[in-house]
């Protein structure tokens, strides 16, 4: 039989054939058509193949995409209005951006293993609250519109809910402005203008300081701080932080909530994102910040190691009463810009930051000595034009010598100069507006700060030269455990392969380079790849439209939610708030029915872990005309197949409720159901778990949302196109890591994400068969068979043996894997899901690794060692404790260090179990200045 | 001598003179383990039987803390946002969390006396 090398599906799928026999022969089946028609309801199986593209090679996909995306226009932007062109450091592109050891990490909740990425994050937030003057910040949100609505509902929930009204001190720009306005009204608050400071009083929740406003300009907001602390309500203050490195913190002229986009230090625009956006907080706000926060803690020998703080303020813990329902950030484009400034360190951004604003500011001169009227006395980076009627004219011949510049309205127009702003095209720029560009020209800033006090850390430092740098990268890439070393079993999080092919399209800068507000004619090629995708995807999952703009599951969540309550409201139905979810529902589901302004009531579970149907339909009828939504995760977050899910469907319909379907669990259905057909009326995709986009040790995740026809008025739009209700701050999300999804299915094929999907299930279904003599598998579906994850119960060993679940998933670094998640959704478990990637040796590797752990956990219980130090409770042994003069345990190094035998591919981690108690009691979330160091 | 009751929900209760202390069981500290925050009411806060009132926070879980009587605040145990680990030294007693006004004495009749919350927690 002829080998064909270039079928992507078998590069994706793990298991070759004949390890697929084995599997299938380990579980008594003849075939896996026996396997997944026992496990898959036949009231919901698709009886069709998708009707997909024939699958393309890599290199013929590669070269489709790449004739696709030249298709867009790269011109020099001087847009600005939040994206700015700028230079990613090559050797930050290669080393990290690049690099699967960063790429491919998960979000780091196991933190022994995830030391790096979590120190490079705490740099991040060091660089944060040095540019902000605020002493608390987090480790990323999702852009800066969605960081503004945030910080407005820190406020609203500051003040209790007691306080409604947000006032603005200066103009957003107009999608920031957009997405606050989104996110206000379902909580209640409404956001209104200033005038001149006389509307802040004691409903005011906080003053919105745009800093600068949309139009390039620093107000003084000297008399509008004071009002709001005289009203006593919180002053946000929203950011670039470029500026920041030149002119004075916010925090330091009153600000209590700082946030803005991080963009501009070294990400690329990416036609809208990923970026990461910054939110830093005064003290007293510390436990209202929403997202993940990295703290400084101690291991079990006192060394330092970093954690995530204060992970109570979570949705996945408080659920609706979480402070908000962001889970995935943006991690991987926070340690990108994190990179940029120890690359640059102060000097070197100070350089950049005086270099932009040179240009304005001999932009400004020029203009005005030209008698072009400049907007506002003080600026960083951009120049407001008057031009009156002559704004449309004068962008179109900007257009035609190869720029872009924002038009404002007919009559005013602005440019944003950045990094890659050079004399040239300065000098173009100029020439345009028939502006006698000036030489040299004042400085135009606001009041300046003193930079020999700004990021005097070590670590800002320390790495000037490329060899230090790249060797940077390494030592803390080498601390981490990503998929390129091993598998990452994380039930619900999918870590699949993210391929080669599929992530280099995303480098390119026909995908990097664009604007997101560029013209229309300026991005056919996306407008292409998108609309490729919204097809696909509905035709996967039977929706009628897919809206790529969420630009995070949670966000997914939302906008989903969102579009069920403007229907209801648009057919007189307003009255319909409450929404079911049952009680097995990821934490995510009641936090982003709060934010929608619905009222949370929980469906109870049977033992056998399926929704409680009685009680759903019991509950259905209670509420009758109040009933919003079902909120349901399918297969459930139990890992099953549940049989009833059409009935559940039809139920709520007969309520007059709409049906919220949870994706995270997609990647057990693509190519056999589609929610479409058995009931959803929308859905969310996590594309970075069933469709490859990469989690990036915490994001960036896409969560687009498929709806049926009558749901489609109400998908988000945009301010762009002429619409309103944004959830996210670009028309389409993260566009630029959609092209990893387009790749994924041009190279899979109809048959191939089958065959991907049924592997997942086979391989979930063979580590059930063979750890289920050792620990027992909580939940199967009908025909004793799992979906594509199982939960293992490993209770009976905290009896047995005093063995936590916790034990096991730290013994688990010791063998060199990450713990699959444990006490989710059932406290004191562990879910483990395989994907279809992971080839058979690894599963089998991982499936030793737990039976040889199981033994530990019996001669503990057997009394042949001892409870309180044996290998599980030690666990994870680090290098230091190999060279350690004194052993002071009853087992040997090897059994410590080598449980499976002498390997020189070991993985080391880098520090023994984090203390998570120290770490929430003394929270130290940033590096302290040098002169705190020394005193 | 001050009288002690306690909730399903495992708050005590003990009023002396008029004024009440509220804290959480020894049962419920255990329960969540090493506790690394708590989030007091303000004093002059009216609350109400059954309302939330406080939170105790582990690495963990978040647990609201519920007015087991109507009643105003008058006083809170502050050393506890410094050192919050009190929680588990000494639940019921110098880690009691608020003191407060009693409105309606009839309230006590629908509380456990210590056998009868040994009895429900066992």
Same mark, same amino acid.
């Given at each position: 039989?002829?080998v064909?090398?270039?079928?992507f ?6 298991p070759g054939?004949?390890?697929e026999r ?8 003849p075939s ?5 028609s026992a496990t ?7 009886s069709e ?5 024939a699958?393309?090679?890599e290199h013929?996909?590669?070269s489709?995409l790449?004739?696709?995306?030249g298709?867009?226009?790269?011109a020099r932007s ?7 062109g700028c230079?990613v450091?090559p050797?930050?592109?290669r080393n ?6 960063w790429y491919t ?8 293993i995830?030391q790096?990425r ?7 937030q ?5 540019l ?8 990323s949100?999702l852009d800066?519109?969605?960081a503004v609505?945030?910080?407005n509902?820190?406020a609203?929930r500051h003040h209790?809910g007691?306080?409604?009204e947000?006032v ?8 920031v402005?957009?997405?606050a ?10 956001i ?6 006389a509307?802040i009083g004691?409903k005011t929740a906080?003053v919105?300081i745009?800093?600068p406003d949309?139009?390039g ?8 701080v ?9 002053v946000?203050?929203?950011?670039d932080?470029l500026?920041l490195t030149l002119?004075e913190?916010p925090?330091h002229w009153?600000?209590?909530?700082v946030v803005g986009?991080m963009?501009r230090? /070294? ?11 910054y ?7 510390t436990?209202l910040?929403p997202?993940r926060?990295v703290g400084q ?6 060394r330092?190691g970093?954690r995530l703080?204060?992970?109570?303020r ?5 659920r609706?009463?979480?402070t908000?329902?962001i889970?995935t950030a943006?991690?991987l484009?926070?340690n990108?810009s994190?990179?940029?400034?120890i ?8 350089a ?5 604003h040179?240009f304005?500011?001999?932009f400004s001169?020029?203009?005005? #000595?030209t008698g072009l009227?400049?907007?506002g006395?003080?600026f960083f ?15 179109a011949a900007?257009e035609k ?9 007919d009559?005013?127009i602005?440019?944003?100069f950045?990094e890659t702003?050079?004399?040239?095209a ?5 020439a345009?507006?028939g502006?006698e560009p000036?030489s040299?020209?004042e400085a135009a800033l ?6 020999a006090?700004?990021m ?7 790495c ?6 790249m ?6 890439a080498?601390k981490?455990l990503a998929l ?6 994380? /039930?619900s999080?999918?870590?699949?392969l ?13 995908v990097?380079?664009?604007h997101?507000?560029a ?7 996306y407008?292409?790849m998108i609309?490729?995708l919204?097809?696909w ?17 949670s966000?997914?969540e939302?906008?989903?939610?969102l579009a069920?309550?403007r229907y209801h409201?648009s057919?007189g139905?307003?009255?319909r708030n409450?929404?079911?979810i049952?009680?097995s529902?990821h934490?995510?589901?009641p936090?982003?029915?709060?934010m929608?302004?619905?009222e949370?009531?929980?469906v109870?579970c049977?033992?056998n872990g399926?929704?409680?149907?009685a009680?759903l339909?019991a509950?259905a009828a209670?509420?009758g ?6 909120m349901?995760t399918?297969?459930s977050?139990h890992?099953?197949f549940?049989?009833?899910?059409r ?6 319909h ?11 669990n997609l ?7 589609r929610?479409?057909d ?9 594309l ?9 040790g ?7 949302i498929g ?5 489609v008025p109400f998908?988000p739009?945009?301010?762009f196109?002429?619409?309103d ?11 630029s890591?959609?092209?990893?999804t ?10 191939g994400?089958?065959r ?7 391989n979930?279904?063979?580590i ?15 025909s ?5 994850e199982?939960?293992l119960?490993t209770?009976?060993l905290?009896?047995s043996a005093?063995v ?6 730290k013994r688990?670094?010791?063998y ?5 998640t444990?006490?989710?959704p059932v406290a ?15 599963i089998?590797?991982f ?5 040889a752990i199981a ?8 009394? #042949?060692?001892p409870r309180?130090?044996n ?5 994870p042994?680090?290098?230091d ?5 004194n052993w002071?345990h ?14 020189a591919?070991?993985?080391w981690?880098?520090?023994?179990r984090?203390d ?5 009691r003394n929270l130290?979330c940033a590096?302290?200045p ?6 | 001598?001050?009288k002690?009751?306690?909730t ?6 003990s009023i ?7 804290g959480?069981?020894?049962?419920a500290q255990?329960q969540?383990g090493?506790i690394?925050?708590? =989030?007091?009411? *303000?004093?002059?806060?009216s609350?109400t ?7 105790i =926070? *582990?690495?963990?879980a978040? *647990? ?6 109507d009643g =105003?605040?008058s006083?809170v145990?502050? +050393? ?11 639940? =019921?007693g110098?880690a009691w969390l608020?003191?407060m006004?009693v409105?309606?004495?009839n309230?006590f009749n629908?509380?456990?006396? +210590?056998?009868?919350?040994?009895a429900?927690? +066992?």
């Amino acid at each position: 039989m002829p080998v064909a090398v270039d079928v992507f599906a078998d590069r994706h799928i793990g298991p070759g054939r004949d390890d697929e026999r084995r599997m299938l022969a380990a579980l008594g089946l003849p075939s896996r058509e026996t396997l997944i028609s026992a496990t898959v309801p036949d009231s919901i199986r698709l009886s069709e193949e998708l009707d997909l593209p024939a699958p393309a090679s890599e290199h013929l996909a590669l070269s489709e995409l790449a004739a696709m995306m030249g298709e867009n226009r790269i011109a020099r932007s001087f847009i600005g209005q939040g994206y700015h062109g700028c230079h990613v450091p090559p050797v930050v592109q290669r080393n990290l951006f690049e690099n699967p050891a960063w790429y491919t990490a998960y979000t780091p909740y196991q933190a022994e293993i995830s030391q790096g990425r979590l120190e490079l994050l705490f740099h991040f937030q060091t660089l944060v609250t040095e540019l902000t003057g605020l002493p608390i910040a987090s480790a990323s949100l999702l852009d800066e519109a969605t960081a503004v609505a945030e910080a407005n509902g820190v406020a609203f929930r500051h003040h209790r809910g007691q306080r409604s009204e947000i006032v603005l001190a200066g103009e957003l720009h107009p999608q920031v402005l957009d997405v606050a306005m989104t996110r206000a009204e379902p909580i209640g608050l409404t956001i209104v203008p200033a005038e001149e400071g006389a509307s802040i009083g004691d409903k005011t929740a906080a003053v919105v300081i745009p800093w600068p406003d949309t139009y390039g300009v620093y107000g003084d907001h000297t008399d509008t701080v004071a009002a709001a602390k005289a009203a006593g309500a919180l002053v946000i203050a929203v950011a670039d932080p470029l500026a920041l490195t030149l002119i004075e913190a916010p925090g330091h002229w009153g600000a209590d909530i700082v946030v803005g986009s991080m963009q501009r230090y /070294g990400v690329p625009m990416g036609f809208g994102g990923p970026h990461a956006a910054y939110m830093a907080v005064s003290e007293a706000l510390t436990r209202l910040m929403p997202g993940r926060i990295v703290g400084q803690s101690v291991d079990s020998r006192g060394r330092p190691g970093y954690r995530l703080a204060l992970q109570t303020r979570e949705q996945h813990i408080r659920r609706d009463k979480a402070t908000s329902n962001i889970c995935t950030a943006q991690a991987l484009l926070a340690n990108m810009s994190a990179s940029y400034a120890i690359w640059h360190g102060p000097e070197g951004l100070r350089a950049i930051a005086a270099r932009v604003h040179a240009f304005a500011a001999r932009f400004s001169a020029g203009a005005k #000595a030209t008698g072009l009227g400049a907007r506002g006395e003080r600026f960083f980076d951009a120049v407001t034009l008057s031009l009156p009627g002559k704004a449309r004219k004068m962008a179109a011949a900007a257009e035609k010598a190869g720029m872009l510049v924002r038009k404002i309205d007919d009559d005013a127009i602005s440019v944003a100069f950045d990094e890659t702003t050079d004399e040239r095209a300065f000098a173009q720029l100029c020439a345009v507006f028939g502006i006698e560009p000036a030489s040299e020209a004042e400085a135009a800033l606001p009041a300046l700060r003193d930079g020999a006090h700004l990021m005097t850390q070590p670590v800002f430092h320390e790495c000037r030269s490329e060899t230090e740098m790249m060797r940077f990268l390494r030592r803390l890439a080498d601390k981490d455990l990503a998929l390129d070393r091993a598998m990452i079993p994380l /039930g619900s999080c999918t870590m699949k392969l993210n391929a080669a092919a599929e992530l280099m399209p995303v480098s390119w800068p026909s995908v990097a380079d664009l604007h997101p507000f560029a013209p229309k004619e300026h991005a056919p090629g996306y407008a292409a790849m998108i609309g490729d995708l919204d097809r696909w995807l509905c035709e996967i999952t039977g929706f009628d439209k897919v809206s790529m703009q969420p630009n995070a599951g949670s966000q997914g969540e939302y906008a989903g939610l969102l579009a069920i309550r403007r229907y209801h409201q648009s057919r007189g139905e307003g009255g319909r708030n409450v929404c079911l979810i049952p009680s097995s529902a990821h934490g995510t589901n009641p936090a982003s029915a709060h934010m929608a302004g619905l009222e949370v009531v929980v469906v109870k579970c049977t033992n056998n872990g399926d929704i409680d149907i009685a009680d759903l339909e019991a509950k259905a009828a209670e509420y009758g005309d109040r009933l919003a939504a079902l909120m349901v995760t399918y297969p459930s977050t139990h890992g099953v197949f549940e049989q009833g899910v059409r009935l559940m469907c039809d139920t709520i319909h007969q309520h007059g409720g709409q049906v919220y379907l949870d994706g995270a669990n997609l990647n057990a259905m693509v190519g056999l159901a589609r929610p479409g057909d058995f009931g959803a009326d929308v859905c969310h995709m996590n594309l970075h778990k069933t469709f490859c986009i990469p989690h990036g040790g915490g994001g960036p995740g896409i969560g687009p949302i498929g709806v049926r026809s009558h749901l489609v008025p109400f998908l988000p739009g945009h301010v762009f196109e002429g619409t309103d209700h944004a959830v996210s701050a670009a028309p389409e999300g993260s566009a630029s890591i959609l092209p990893i999804t387009w790749m994924y299915i041009r190279m899979m094929g109809a048959a191939g994400l089958r065959r991907a999907t049924e592997m997942a299930i086979l391989n979930a279904n063979y580590i059930a068969k063979r750890l289920e003599p050792h620990f027992p598998v909580l939940y199967k579906g009908r025909s004793g068979r799992v979906a594509h994850e199982c939960i293992l119960d490993t209770r009976p060993l905290k009896d047995s043996a005093g063995v936590s679940v916790e034990d096991i998933a730290k013994r688990l670094i010791d063998y060199g894997f990450h713990a699959p998640t444990i006490s989710w959704p059932v406290a004191g478990t562990m879910m483990v899901e395989p994907t279809e990637s992971e080839p058979l040796a690894e599963i089998d590797r991982f499936c030793d690794a737990m039976i040889a752990i199981a033994d530990e956990a019996r001669r503990i219980a057997d009394g #042949a060692l001892p409870r309180d130090n044996n290998p599980l409770i030690n666990a994870p042994h680090t290098a230091d404790d190999l060279a350690a003069e004194n052993w002071p345990h009853p087992y040997s190094r090897m059994e410590a260090l080598f449980p499976a035998g002498a390997d020189a591919a070991k993985y080391w981690p880098p520090v023994s179990r984090i203390d998570n108690v120290a770490g929430d009691r003394n929270l130290v979330c940033a590096c302290p200045p040098i002169e705190a160091l020394a005193s | 001598m001050a009288k002690k009751y306690f909730t399903e929900d495992h708050e005590w209760i003990s009023i002396d003179g008029g004024v009440a202390t509220v804290g959480i069981t020894g049962h419920a500290q255990e329960q969540l383990g090493d506790i690394v925050f708590v =989030e007091l009411p *303000s004093v002059g806060a009216s609350l109400t039987k059954g309302g939330a009132a406080a939170v105790i =926070e *582990s690495v963990k879980a978040a *647990s609201d803390v519920y007015a087991p009587i109507d009643g =105003e605040v008058s006083e809170v145990n502050s +050393a506890l946002e410094g050192d919050p680990a009190m929680v588990n030294a000494d639940a =019921e007693g110098g880690a009691w969390l608020w003191k407060m006004t009693v409105t309606d004495e009839n309230q006590f009749n629908g509380l456990m006396d +210590a056998d009868a919350y040994q009895a429900h927690i +066992a």
